[in-house]
């Protein structure tokens, strides 16, 4: 019997207004923040307790088969592990344990990034607030719903007497610091793990709240921090200047050899790549359906605007997906402009983030950007540059047909509009790994990062009404993959 849109969507919208939602808040006041963010993660407990609530909601659904499981490796971030036999529309099948059974894996992770500073009268990282469709909170949306959503699918496939593959579930707690515990993980599960034929990944963006998005590439990233280095200690401004060169002089000169300071364009070869034909398509096809309403809505302060006029929609939309930046996301040595005295510092710290083309090679690019920023260093001064992270980007395999008739028919029956496809500029470390090391996998890679949701920033909210539709989607896509 055909799984029923609308039965899936009522009980999925039914499913995160008694169980979700009020799940999600509880997430929201935990301060898990990321290991990168948080030292002494181990010792606070954050993330082993968003990790530990998230496995006993899981282990409360009605869902046949089900096993939950905490893996906690030693001095790494926790995993929340589950795994659920093929169902066959009335009872799980024999053997849908097996690896070597067809496999869907679900990803999602549980930890968050810092609080920032900047959140509206009556919002705040830890405290959720419900403000008509939205849910304010740090890591709603990126990315505390994703187990919640990828279970409740599951669920809702069995409960309205549809189909699904063996499904298992890898929800980290280290995303938001590049998944440095990610690749233990998966070397240690590779047994259980398999050769997944889908891959369902539910943290990324979405360009509207009217339809589903599939995301077909993610850049790459470097991130490494510069540090130039005049004296061994500060001296009195009014008597050096003039013959000490100052640091943060030399730091913004060394900056130039990296990138246009008037246009923003990076200037390394190493970190650009051809945009492939068929990306091309996707941004030109949403470029001429949407205009620039994907990149019109950033907090923009009076009369600021973007750095491509939007009048050139697909200019900026390839630039945010296949084009490099630099962006200085933090310094040291500065002292805060209130308590700055007269001084000549004797050395300035600038924390770099270079965002790559999905194509590009990263640790290419960290090498190339390291020459370039240490060669020949001014009045003989000392550079060092530190590479703390370089990971690669991705760009999905051709999307097989019964994949896209699933999300074109998905989206039509939750959204009541068709799916859109298009890369993303942001970066998910663990789609890299899987698309290398499962080929000829297919990925559903989604989300409810859509206009002014502001992951990572102040205001972060998550957009309910998407969030439920997405997981109604995702249940008609489980079933089309085992129906195929």
């Known amino acids: ?71 906690r490796l030693p001095d790494r971030t926790p995993v929340l592990w589950f795994e659920v036999p093929a169902f066959d529309g009335t009872a799980t099948v024999d053997g849908g344990g097996e690896t070597d059974a067809d496999t869907v894996l679900l990803y999602g992770h549980l930890d968050k990034q810092p609080p920032m500073h900047g959140w509206r009268d009556g919002l705040g990282p830890w405290t959720p607030v419900v403000d008509g469709d939205r849910l304010y909170g740090r890591g709603g949306a990126d990315d505390g719903y994703a187990a919640y959503a990828s279970l409740a699918a599951i669920e809702a496939v069995q409960a309205e007497g549809g189909r699904h593959a063996r499904c298992i579930g890898l929800i980290e707690c280290s995303e938001e610091s590049g998944s440095p515990d990610l690749p233990a993980y998966v070397a240690h599960l590779a047994d259980r793990i398999g050769s997944p034929t889908l891959v369902v990944c539910l943290d990324s963006f979405c360009g509207d709240y009217e339809r589903m998005w599939t995301t077909t590439s993610l850049r790459g990233l470097v991130g490494a921090t510069l540090e130039v280095r005049v004296l061994d200690e500060g001296v009195h401004s009014g008597s050096a200047s003039g013959v000490v060169p100052d640091s943060f002089r030399i730091a913004r000169r060394l900056l130039d050899r990296v990138e246009d300071p008037d246009t923003g364009r990076v200037l390394v070869p190493e970190l650009w790549a051809d945009v492939p034909p068929g990306r091309r398509e996707e ?17 923009y302060v009076g009369d600021a605007g973007p750095a491509i006029p939007a009048s050139e929609p697909g200019a900026q939309l390839t630039a945010k997906t296949w084009e490099p930046t630099l962006t200085v996301i933090g310094a040291d040595g500065l002292p805060p402009s209130q308590t700055a005295g007269n001084v000549l510092r004797p050395a300035t710290t600038l924390a770099l983030s270079f965002r790559l083309p999905p194509t590009v090679d990263a640790h290419e690019a960290a090498r190339a950007v390291e020459a ?72 559903l890679l989604t989300g409810v990062l859509g206009p002014q949701s502001n992951a990572h920033g102040p205001n972060e909210f998550l957009h309910l009404p998407t969030a439920q539709r997405l997981t109604a989607a995702v249940a008609l896509v489980l079933d089309a993959h085992a129906t195929r």
């Open 1 to 71: 019997m055909p799984l029923d849109p609308a039965a899936v969507v009522v009980r999925t919208r039914a499913t995160w207004d008694a169980d979700i939602q009020p799940t999600l808040e509880a997430y929201i006041r935990v301060p898990a923040l990321s290991s990168a963010f948080d030292p002494d993660w181990a010792e606070h407990g954050h993330l082993d307790e968003v990790v530990d609530s998230a496995a006993a909601w899981a282990a409360r659904r009605t869902i046949a088969g089900l096993s939950v499981e905490v893996i």
């Open 283 to 299: 941004i030109d096809a949403v470029a001429g359906d949407l205009g620039a309403a994907l990149t019109s809505s950033y907090p």
């Open 372 to 443: 370039a920023l240490t060669a020949d260093p001014p009045y003989g001064v000392t550079v060092v540059v530190h590479v703390d992270s370089a990971e690669g980007g991705w760009d999905a395999p051709p999307t097989a047909p019964w994949l896209a008739d699933a999300m074109r028919a998905a989206s039509e029956a939750t959204f009541g509009q068709p799916a859109r496809s298009l890369g993303e500029g942001g970066s998910i470390p663990f789609m890299g790994m899987l698309g290398r090391r499962f080929p000829d996998a297919q990925f």
